[in-house]
């Protein structure tokens, strides 16, 4: 058994000596089990979080909205079903990302998946906007606190050494969720199975499986660094044994003793995000989530309707638009090769720039196949920077403020996408696909100056060195 079990667990030092004991462990079938039923709790928050743009035509054509609307902000339109649910996004993560940090990763994993399945089947059965985008702004709570709790909880259970590679391998996961997605609504959007407009079935098809991953999560337990930062030294110690051993068992090895361990660090406060080396990371990252969300969400939930608007008919957008979301969990997937090589943080500025330059072209094609193609290194582009700026962004605050950290600058990209729906809808009915994605290059151009400028290196660094 290993030697960890050895070292005493004073109220000094157990959080730097679970960190350390988490650190020194290979990645073998126990972790990779626990990334996979976390990714698969993610796959289906994404089939959520992207389904927009793939059920828009179906909104329209049930008369429930329209593609676009009089007024900049009017509540009729697909751009407020994407503001409500971008608002839900914004109030889950900024007010109640805290949560995680206080009652703990698993906790508010299991609540908040609950909460958006029944919201999402609700709206399901709405039949006028008012009530389809409450309910999609209810769902929205629920997502917003399960992607902050999800890149907590990973960035917590693996160690330093394959962090990029793990957020890779999961947002593949994740967004092998898209391609689904996209393919159900080519299918379904069009018909009325069994009398229920297509749309609606994509919806209850997704909420059905978040169900059977909420079982499934069971089987993860509280992370230990999570434990040790809340005097749970005891809890924190006997799930690190059990990994250790499973480790040990898989990889037929040893485990080294720790390479040392540090004082435990006291609660950690909001305020303390403004404070130090974190005042600069919070404001950087808070720039980067507002001007990313345009060119991510610009594309993901509008690119059926700039098909259409470019000449394209709603049937065979649908089916560009699945051609194009095969492409989606291939981002994340070549970003595993790199993610550890080479910095994330000059990973992230080539992706995000390699998105306003495709999407630029995109705007300005016609043809099927050129069309498909740049629609595809846009699609590549926006997933291999989610995947980098999810791990990078964890990255930056210690355990104690993680979740409240990411969980506030994320929830600028969620306000975000609340306005530039709304603008994106205005450029599009003045200037078409061209405008849009001249919109969305400019941002591009913004968040990727601002990793460029202020983000500090963080591969293969402990978490905890990088908050020294």
């Known amino acids: 058994m290993a030697e960890a079990e050895a070292l005493p667990l004073q109220a000094g030092n157990v959080s730097g000596l679970i960190a350390a004991r988490l650190d020194r462990l290979p990645m073998t079938r126990t972790l990779w089990t626990r990334v996979l039923l976390l990714s698969l709790g993610g796959f289906f928050e994404f089939y959520d979080l992207l389904l927009t743009g793939y059920i828009a035509p179906g909104l329209v054509r049930s008369g429930i909205l329209t593609s676009t609307t009089p007024g900049l902000f009017g509540t009729s339109g697909i751009a407020s079903f994407v503001a409500a649910f971008f608002l839900g996004l914004f109030i889950g993560t900024l007010v109640f990302g805290f949560a995680a940090d206080r009652l703990g990763r698993r906790t508010i994993f299991t609540v908040s998946l609950l909460w958006y399945t029944v919201a999402s089947v609700v709206m399901a059965f709405q039949t006028d906007a008012f009530g389809l985008n409450l309910w999609r702004f209810l769902s929205g709570l629920g997502v917003g606190v399960e992607l902050v709790t999800i890149d907590t909880y990973l960035a917590e259970l693996v160690p330093k050494h394959c962090r990029g590679r793990v957020f890779a391998i999961n947002q593949t996961v994740q967004f092998a969720a898209v391609p689904v997605v996209a393919f159900l609504g080519w299918q ?15 919806v209850l098809i997704g909420a059905a499986g978040a169900l059977f991953v909420w079982w499934i999560r069971l089987r993860v337990p509280e992370s230990p660094r999570w434990l040790a930062n809340h005097d749970h030294a005891a809890e924190a110690d006997r799930i690190m044994t059990d990994l250790e051993r499973r480790v040990e068992a898989e990889a037929g090895v040893i485990l080294p003793r720790p390479a040392g361990s540090e004082a435990s660090a006291p609660r950690g406060r909001f305020a303390e995000i403004w404070q130090g080396m974190y005042l600069s990371r919070t404001l950087m990252l808070s720039v980067f989530n507002i001007f990313q969300a345009v060119g991510f969400y610009g594309f993901s939930n509008w690119v059926p309707t700039l098909l259409i608007k470019q000449g394209i008919a709603v049937t065979t957008s649908l089916q560009y638009t699945f051609l194009i979301a095969i492409a989606a969990p291939f981002g994340p997937l070549l970003g595993a090769v790199l993610a550890d090589r080479f910095e994330r943080k000059w990973l992230l500025v080539a992706a995000a720039s390699s998105v306003g330059i495709c999407g630029i072209i995109f705007g300005q094609l016609t043809l099927a196949l050129p069309l498909v193609l ?29 979740a409240m950290g990411v969980g506030f ?46 983000g500090p290196p963080t591969n293969n660094r402990a978490l905890e060195d990088i908050s020294r």
């Not at 379904?188 to 994509?202: A, E, K, N, S």
């Not at 846009?378 to 980098?388: C, E």
């Not at 200037?431 to 990793?451: D, E, L, Q, R």
């Open 374 to 402: 740049f629609g595809v290194l846009v699609t590549l582009s926006n997933n291999a920077m989610s995947f980098l700026f999810h791990a990078y962004q964890t990255e930056l605050y210690p355990t104690r403020i993680r």
């Open 409 to 454: 600058v994320y929830s600028w990209s969620r306000l975000s996408t609340v306005f530039s729906a709304f603008v994106i809808a205005f450029f599009l009915d003045r200037f078409g696909t061209g405008g849009v994605f001249a919109f969305i290059a400019g941002s591009m151009a913004i968040a990727a100056t601002s990793i460029a400028v202020l």
């Open 188 to 202: 379904l959007v069009p018909l009325t199975p069994l009398g229920l407009d297509g749309w609606r079935w994509v």
